[in-house]
């Protein structure tokens, strides 16, 4: 199991440059410089210049929230890795929920920019879940090994990469999976993960993400196989998003 516990937060479409860099200051006043590592922000494209300057000599990362597998070419709207890469992003998001479900993304776009952050030296953090639907029909354990299967096509276990476990019925809800079904999907990821990769996916760090907050998140970081989380609204702030870290059970 990975060692290390990471808390990344995902902003969506919210903030602005001001806003950002505004967040990034009350954080780094904060964060002990041995806590620093542990986080990571993905800002909207569009400000991820200005969280990129304000992270200058800081160890906590930024990441993207989405990007093109192609480095350049014909893709109006889409984002380059490699400029990406330029900027200093450490990790990029690929496959969350919002992509697949609202911008209709086909799952086979995934390997593709799973493969080419790691060519880039971007680690990818490619997200995985079931919709209520899948849950219901008892058909959890199919659509996630199915995501990661697809996803992880071509992948290079030997170099960083994250997965992040985020039932689509718990994310903006308010509705947090429980424990018991984080730990049973979890555990199930684990194991898919050794069978796809071998050993080396034991290093891989698994994520749970879907309505966290400080008040939610100690029961669920206890869980052997959760080794961070993504968090949506609750990293808009930088108190609360610090709160979700030093909340961890057992430190
Ligand atoms: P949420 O979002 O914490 O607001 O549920 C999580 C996510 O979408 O990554």
Redesign the pocket.
């Given at each position: 199991m990975a060692s290390s516990f990471y808390v990344f937060g995902?902003w969506?479409m919210n903030k602005n440059a001001i806003q950002a860099r505004d967040f990034v200051r009350q954080l780094r006043a904060e964060v002990k410089p041995e806590e620093e590592a542990a986080f990571c922000i993905f800002p909207s494209a569009l400000t991820a210049f200005a969280v990129s300057e304000a992270l200058i000599s800081s160890k906590i990362s930024w990441g993207g929230q989405n990007i093109h597998s192609e480095e350049a070419g014909a893709f109006t709207g889409e984002n380059s890795p490699a400029v990406l890469k330029e900027m200093g992003a450490k990790y990029c998001?690929v496959g969350?929920?919002?992509r697949r479900q609202i911008f209709f993304e086909p799952e086979e776009f995934m390997a593709k920019k799973v493969v080419k952050l790691q060519e880039l030296g971007i680690t990818p953090v490619l997200?995985v879940g079931e919709t209520l639907d899948s849950r219901k029909w008892g058909r959890t354990h199919e659509v996630i090994l199915r995501q990661l299967k697809s996803g992880l096509d071509g992948v290079d276990f030997s170099k960083p990469l994250f997965i992040?476990y985020?039932p689509v019925w718990?994310?903006?809800?308010?509705e947090?999976a429980t424990p018991e079904q984080v730990s049973e999907v979890h555990d199930r990821i684990r194991e898919s993960l050794l069978e796809l990769g071998g050993a080396r996916s034991s290093q891989v760090p698994i994520l749970y993400?879907?309505?966290?907050?400080s008040s939610n998140s100690p029961g669920l970081a206890a869980l052997r196989e959760v080794n961070g989380f993504?968090?949506?609204?609750?990293?808009l702030d930088p108190a609360e998003f610090l709160a979700i870290y030093r909340n961890r059970t057992g430190n």
């Open positions: 995902n969506k998001l969350h929920s919002e997200c992040a985020e718990a994310i903006g809800t308010g947090v993400g879907g309505s966290v907050k993504l968090v949506g609204g609750a990293s």
